[in-house]
């Protein structure tokens, strides 16, 4: 890799290694594959639940000399690392662009919001933590914030970089240290890259710990008795078992989850802006993204033109390696996923949607699909697809529009589009939603939003912001008196 010519990423810093303690060998090693070529791109250790255990422990050993430190000095530490990437993002971009399989402007938008999100871990430390409470007898009594302790911190493959940080800064903002397990497609951009950074920042060994590994490292993640929170980003599969199991140990969790979000297009829209953005919402980043727009509901007077527009834009789109070539996608994360997301669209074919373009791959190259004609109860309509497929669905009337809609589990992502706003918010207020965009697509994040979806895309947690004092600390009361009072006792 190019890179390899850039001190800060080396691979010979992490091949076989993990960041436990510093950088460490690890008792197995893995490859790490580049979607878009199956080569090997670098190695890297992985871990294993004794692991968990070590890092734990350590991490906990470690927060109370972290809380501790001068405000100042930590606050500088974040700051530090949002230069360091802005700095090294040339080599970063490389980095992501290769072990993600994005398009170059997806990387510039990972480093941007982790630049956002350090700075604004930054300004956390020097946050009012708490308030003064009314108290009986003359006593001071305040409710402030403290941190858990040691975070877990569980991401995913597509937006590795953010998914990771928007955790792990303000985790440790909050005071807390941090043990972090990126997915094992994404060791480097979901965790070694954070581990570079805050290393060369200056934060005190042990404050993070970054353990790549597979799904038994997250489950001993979420049993260890070290591990106070687990902040995990993933599947609605996966997310549920990952709060069944730390509910045994009784830690706090914050699941972030799937969705299948739905894009409303109303009869006023104008269809050709409603066309781009349902291209940008279904299309980006090959449609894995847990805000991709998953279901186009247009109404019948405007639906076979944007179905037109649309199918013309995926006809269009360039698909090929990213790395070597401006292409508006890249592939997607493995065969796998590949293998899935073309039964989808095979089934639900089958059960009577109508294929406008698209529907083949090559290698793991998914051509932009469009299906028309789209039911409840076919797969594309059902399921979080998690591929380049967007699902056309006609309705005639506004009530019919919010039943479609409605007619899901999740609750992570609302675009309407209408040249009416008041009617759009009053459409979106019969759709239960965490975010909601009047006039846009559903894929939107800032650093300092709170970010997080209802039902069967997470557990009401949310990340960004204020939210990042709600899941990152907890309250303690505290009464303070001149002397201790007698009691009859
Ligand atoms: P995944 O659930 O398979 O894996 C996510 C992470 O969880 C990985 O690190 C994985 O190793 C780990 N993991 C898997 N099973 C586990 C278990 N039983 N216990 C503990 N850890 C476990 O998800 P994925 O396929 O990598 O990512 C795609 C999913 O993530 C999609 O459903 C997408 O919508 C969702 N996602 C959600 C958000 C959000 O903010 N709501 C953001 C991005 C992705």
Same mark, same amino acid.
């Given at each position: 890799?190019?890179?390899?010519?850039?001190?800060?990423?080396?691979?010979?810093?992490?091949?076989?290694?993990?960041?436990?303690?510093?950088?460490?060998?690890?008792?197995?090693?893995?490859?790490?594959?580049?979607?878009?070529?199956?080569?090997?791109?670098?190695?890297?250790?992985?871990?294993?639940?004794?692991?968990?255990?070590?890092?734990?422990?350590?991490?906990?050993?470690?927060?109370?000399?972290?809380?501790?430190?001068?405000?100042?000095?930590?606050?500088?530490?974040?700051?530090?690392?949002?230069?360091?990437?802005?700095?090294?993002?040339?080599?970063?971009?490389?980095?992501?662009?290769?072990?993600?399989?994005?398009?170059?402007?997806?990387?510039?938008?990972?480093?941007?919001?982790?630049?956002?999100?350090?700075?604004?871990?930054?300004?956390?430390?020097?946050?009012?933590?708490?308030?003064?409470?009314?108290?009986?007898?003359?006593?001071?009594?305040?409710?402030?914030?403290?941190?858990?302790?040691?975070?877990?911190?569980?991401?995913?493959?597509?937006?590795?970089?953010?998914?990771?940080?928007?955790?792990?800064?303000?985790?440790?903002?909050?005071?807390?240290?941090?043990?972090?397990?990126?997915?094992?497609?994404?060791?480097?951009?979901?965790?070694?890259?954070?581990?570079?950074?805050?290393?060369?920042?200056?934060?005190?060994?042990?404050?993070?710990?970054?353990?790549?590994?597979?799904?038994?490292?997250?489950?001993?993640?979420?049993?260890?008795?070290?591990?106070?929170?687990?902040?995990?980003?993933?599947?609605?599969?996966?997310?549920?078992?990952?709060?069944?199991?730390?509910?045994?140990?009784?830690?706090?969790?914050? &699941?972030?989850?799937?969705?299948?979000?739905?894009?409303?297009?109303?009869?006023?829209?104008?269809?050709?802006?409603?066309?781009?953005?349902?291209?940008?919402?279904?299309?980006?980043?090959?449609?894995?993204?847990?805000?991709?727009?998953?279901?186009?509901?247009?109404?019948?007077?405007?639906?076979?033109?944007?179905?037109?527009?649309?199918?013309?834009?995926?006809?269009?789109?360039?698909?090929?390696?990213?790395?070597?070539?401006?292409?508006?996608?890249?592939?997607?994360?493995?065969?796998?996923?590949?293998?899935?997301?073309?039964?989808?669209?095979?089934?639900?074919?089958?059960?009577?949607?109508?294929?406008?373009?698209?529907?083949?791959?090559?290698?793991?190259?998914?051509?932009?699909?469009?299906?028309?004609?789209?039911?409840?109860?076919?797969?594309?309509?059902?399921?979080?697809?998690?591929?380049?497929?967007?699902?056309?669905?006609?309705?005639?009337?506004?009530?019919?529009?919010?039943?479609?809609?409605?007619?899901?589990?999740?609750?992570?992502? &609302?675009?309407?589009?209408?040249?009416?706003?008041?009617?759009?918010?009053?459409?979106?207020?019969?759709?239960?939603?965490?975010?909601?965009?009047?006039?846009?697509?559903?894929?939107?994040?800032?650093?300092?939003?709170?970010?997080?979806?209802?039902?069967?895309?997470?557990?009401?947690?949310?990340?960004?912001?204020?939210?990042?004092?709600?899941?990152?600390?907890?309250?303690?009361?505290?009464?303070?008196?001149?002397?201790?009072?007698?009691?009859?006792?």
């Amino acid at each position: 890799m190019g890179s390899n010519d850039i001190p800060f990423l080396n691979t010979g810093i992490w091949n076989g290694k993990l960041f436990l303690s510093g950088w460490n060998a690890a008792s197995a090693a893995h490859e790490i594959l580049e979607p878009a070529t199956g080569s090997v791109l670098t190695r890297v250790g992985m871990a294993t639940p004794a692991d968990v255990a070590e890092a734990a422990k350590r991490a906990r050993a470690a927060q109370a000399a972290w809380v501790a430190l001068p405000y100042e000095q930590r606050a500088a530490i974040f700051r530090k690392a949002a230069v360091i990437i802005e700095r090294e993002s040339e080599g970063m971009t490389q980095w992501i662009v290769r072990e993600t399989g994005c398009i170059p402007p997806k990387a510039g938008v990972e480093l941007h919001m982790a630049v956002g999100i350090l700075n604004e871990a930054a300004g956390m430390v020097t946050q009012p933590s708490g308030l003064v409470l009314p108290s009986d007898g003359g006593r001071i009594s305040l409710a402030r914030r403290v941190p858990h302790g040691v975070v877990g911190v569980i991401s995913p493959f597509n937006f590795p970089l953010i998914l990771s940080i928007r955790a792990v800064a303000p985790g440790l903002a909050a005071g807390n240290t941090v043990v972090l397990k990126p997915d094992p497609h994404t060791p480097i951009t979901g965790g070694y890259l954070i581990a570079r950074v805050f290393e060369e920042a200056g934060l005190p060994k042990d404050c993070l710990q970054v353990l790549p590994g597979g799904a038994d490292v997250g489950q001993a993640m979420c049993a260890d008795p070290n591990i106070a929170m687990i902040s995990f980003t993933g599947s609605t599969a996966a997310g549920r078992s990952v709060g069944e199991l730390a509910g045994k140990t009784l830690k706090k969790v914050t &699941l972030e989850l799937g969705g299948k979000n739905r894009l409303v297009i109303l009869d006023d829209a104008d269809v050709d802006l409603a066309a781009s953005c349902a291209a940008w919402g279904a299309y980006l980043h090959q449609g894995q993204i847990c805000m991709t727009t998953g279901v186009i509901l247009a109404h019948e007077k405007v639906a076979k033109k944007v179905t037109e527009l649309l199918t013309e834009k995926a006809n269009h789109l360039p698909v090929g390696d990213p790395a070597t070539q401006q292409v508006a996608l890249g592939p997607l994360i493995n065969a796998r996923q590949r293998d899935r997301v073309h039964s989808i669209v095979q089934d639900s074919i089958k059960q009577g949607a109508k294929l406008a373009a698209g529907g083949s791959y090559e290698g793991n190259f998914y051509k932009p699909t469009v299906l028309t004609g789209v039911q409840p109860g076919m797969r594309c309509f059902e399921e979080e697809v998690f591929g380049p497929v967007a699902s056309v669905v006609s309705f005639s009337s506004e009530d019919e529009a919010v039943g479609l809609a409605n007619r899901t589990e999740y609750g992570l992502s &609302l675009g309407v589009i209408s040249a009416s706003t008041s009617r759009a918010l009053a459409l979106a207020a019969r759709i239960p939603t965490g975010l909601l965009h009047i006039n846009d697509q559903t894929v939107a994040d800032e650093p300092h939003i709170p970010f997080g979806g209802r039902g069967a895309s997470g557990n009401g947690g949310r990340h960004g912001g204020p939210a990042n004092w709600e899941e990152f600390t907890q309250w303690q009361w505290v009464t303070i008196k001149d002397s201790a009072p007698r009691y009859p006792f």
